[in-house]
């Protein structure tokens, strides 16, 4: 388990997500904002569907939902992830990031 995991202790969209979805209105339930580098990916019809419904169900367009789901897994994949191999990804990411600014 990596020892920092810089995506822990953040904003909890996927508990906002399912506040909005089990209509607690009571509670917070702001999507993440959403902007920066757009990209394409492809998903089985499964998926789709089901983020679709989230959508509709939950008037969050399909970026606010992937972001909110994609939020979990990384925290869970750093969680996994080894010390060093952890370090390893984030530090190739930043030098990555600095490169593509200049």
Do not use: C
């Amino acid at each position: 388990m990596a020892k920092t995991n810089p995506f822990a202790g953040g904003p909890d969209y996927v508990r906002v997500l399912s506040r909005t979805l089990e209509a607690k209105a009571q509670l917070w339930t702001q999507p993440p904002s959403t902007g920066g580098t757009q990209f394409s990916i492809r998903l089985r019809p499964g998926r789709l569907a089901i983020i679709n419904q989230i959508s509709d169900h939950t008037r969050w367009n399909r970026n606010q939902v992937i972001d909110a789901m994609l939020e979990v897994a990384l925290v869970q994949l750093f969680d996994a992830l080894s010390p060093k191999a952890g370090e390893a990804l984030l530090t190739a990411a930043a030098d990555k990031s600095r490169r593509e600014e200049r």
